[in-house]
Every structure is written in structure tokens, then in C-alpha cells.
């Protein structure tokens, strides 16, 4: 062959891929995307739950702080018709739940002060800024952003007594432990007000089980309950009629600022004599309605009694803040937004399946719950009920190592 013609096959191999060679370039690189596409999406979502891990210890420091700075750990506030006010503490007379109230231990106390002071004229502007900042240590990376979401609510009582219409809120993807259930609490929450005269005579709706999973729904005086010759308790009782407990007890809210001074001013027979029937101020977690609940009566221990814990929403609602349990804002009162119970077991957040009252988690492994001894943990969606509701009570003699 000529000098010249072996010299133009070379040149024009040496130009470029054969399209055979390409074709091979492409499946191995194809190949290696196929490989490494999910270590690297494995990677970024341990990272995100990391974030979160250290997210909900921070928010368990800041909560420890306050029961230290404080006396007691801060208060679940009025209701969902409430939001925080900043000149009234953290008490039972703080309207706001536990988010509001433990910002200055975030070093969010400039936020606080967005409200501080406010006046009728300036008030719906001032808490429209407060809840549309977004406040990253609220939110878990592995489920949304803390960007404001739309709020469905017509509007909200604040400082002042003026009411608050939101177009938009930042929400909690942490919620505090208010004990084992909010409807249905074992019949256990009236044991240390039975015998007090001015309830002697209440009579409350209980369903009294027979053992076989189903039950009677009874009417039966408090100091009934209790003592010789009363009604015959099983383990399986609980105040409410027997349905499901799933959803959180319709709480009443009182509807002035005077109004809530009063009712934490109240007897125990007040509260029982509520149309909510007290529930929410006699729960067995360590954050509820008005609560002020110190160490000291963490009688379980520390190391086995949750204090707060990652909050289920349903898949596909996150972005929208439409689940059942994520429609009012970060900083509002006591509300299943932003406290959970363990009546349900927790589970991982799934697609048409609503849990307003349970623990739950975006992440495969499990949900990341904090104890009121400081620690983090995993808790996996398998763990035992009996031991998830025995780490939910502070006081209830049901002591259970965390998993």
C-alpha cells in the first residue's frame, strides 16, 4: 500500500471514537452512574439524617437548659388557637408551646423579641414576620426546607388579644413527649384526684375492656375508680368510650388572656370539669397543656422517659403542610403539631396515612427520639408498644430500658 494512503487510515482513525468505540464508552459510563448514583444518594441522605440527629439534640440541650434556668421544663401552652407572647414567660401563663419558649436557649432570642412589645396597631405584622422566618434547627433536611408554608387556619389569638390571620408559617418536624395518649389515657390519670371532694361525685365516660380485645363503654364516678367496693379496673381501661384512640381529644381553648390566667389558677376539679374533661392538663409526658413539670417528678428516671422525638407527617403532604398534624405554626400552643404521644408505635412517614398523634420519621431506620437524660437515640418502628407507651409515662412505675 502507498506511503500516502497508510498515512490517511491512521489520520482518520487517530481523529476520533469509532462508533463502536463510542457505544462502549457510553455503557461503561452508564454502568459506573448506575453504580455510584446510589452511594452517592446514600451518602447524602446520611448526611441529612445526621443533620437531623444533631437538630434534635440541640433543641434537647436547649430544653434541659431551660428546666435548669427555670425550675421546670417549659410549658405545652393553651391550644391551637394560641400563639406564643413574649412578656409571659414560659409557664402555664405562656399561651405558645415549648418551640416559642425555649428560643432564647437557641440563641433566637432577637426572633422572640420580634413580638415583644407589640400593640393593637402592630401586632398581626409583627407575628406575620415571626412566623414566616424560617428557623433551620425545626426542621429535619431528610424531609423539607424551613421555609413558610401555606396556613389553612382563618387566624390566631396573640399578644393583646388581637387576632392573627397567617397566609404563611414555618412548621416543627420535632415534637415533645406529652405521654402515651392523648384521648384514651389509662384510667391511672385520675388515681391522685380521687379523693379529692370537689371531683368525688364526677362521673367520666371510660370503656371498660373484657379482655378479648373488646369493651364496654361505662359511665362511672372518679372516686369510683379507686378503692374498695369501686369498679373493677383492668389493664386495658381507659377514660374515653370505646373507639379508637388514635386521634387527639378535641381541646378546648380558653379565649382571652385573662381567661388562660384563670384556668392556671385552677383546681384540679376545674380542669376535670372542662368540656375537654382536663385531659390535656393531666397527662403522663413531660410537656402538656399548662404544664410545669420538674425533674424531680421524672419518676421513671431520666434515662427512660422520652422527651422529645421526631414527629410522623404523611409522605407527599411535607412540602404542603396539610397532614393532620402540621397545619399550624412552629410556635403555636398545645397542639398535636407540636406534641406527640405513644399511643401509636412510631412509624416512617407513608403516602394517605394520617398519624396526628404519633412519632415517626422520614428515615428507613427508625425514628430519632431524645431521653430526658440528654441522649439520642435511634428507636426502631419495631419496638415493642408496651415499651414505647412505658417510655412515654414519667410517673407511671412502667420503667423500660430504651431499645
Known sequence: MPAGTQTSVHSRRG??????????????????????LPAVQSAREAARATACRNHLAQLTKAVLHHESSMRHLPSGGWGD?????????????????WTFSILPFVEESALMETVAGATTGDAVARYRTLAATPVSLFACPSRRSSSPLPVA????????????????????????????SASCPPLEIYRSIASDPAIAGK????????????????????????????????????????SSCSDPVVVTSPSSLDAGDAWARDS???????????????????????????????????????????KYVAAGLTEAGTDAGDTAPLFVGYSDDNLRWAYDAPLQDTRGLSRPQAFG???????????ADGSVRSIPYDIDPTVHKALAGRKDGSVAAPP
Open 153 to 180: 387556619a382563618a387566624s390566631f389569638l396573640a399578644a393583646l388579644d388581637v387576632s392573627v390571620s397567617l397566609p404563611v408559617a414555618t412548621r416543627s418536624d420535632y415534637a415533645a413527649n406529652a405521654g402515651t
Open 268 to 310: 384540679v376539679a376545674a380542669k376535670v370539669n372542662r368540656a375537654d374533661g382536663g385531659l390535656p392538663d393531666l397527662q403522663e409526658g413531660l410537656v402538656f397543656r399548662m404544664s410545669e413539670v420538674r425533674v424531680a417528678a421524672v419518676r421513671d428516671g431520666m434515662s427512660a422517659t422520652y422527651l422529645l422525638g421526631e
Open 361 to 371: 420519621s422520614p428515615h428507613a431506620g427508625g425514628v430519632t427520639m431524645s431521653l
Open 203 to 242: 362521673s367520666v365516660q371510660i370503656c371498660h375492656t373484657t379482655g378479648g380485645g373488646g369493651g364496654n363503654t361505662l359511665t362511672v364516678s372518679i372516686s369510683a375508680m379507686f378503692g374498695n367496693g369501686g369498679h373493677g379496673n383492668h389493664s386495658g381501661d381507659h377514660v374515653g368510650i370505646c
Open 81 to 97: 388557637a394560641w400563639l406564643g407572647v413574649a412578656d409571659r414567660g414560659s409557664g402555664a401563663s405562656q399561651p405558645g408551646g
Open 15 to 36: 481523529g476520533g471514537f469509532t462508533l463502536i468505540e463510542l457505544i462502549i464508552v457510553v455503557g461503561i459510563v452508564s454502568a459506573l452512574l448506575a453504580v455510584l
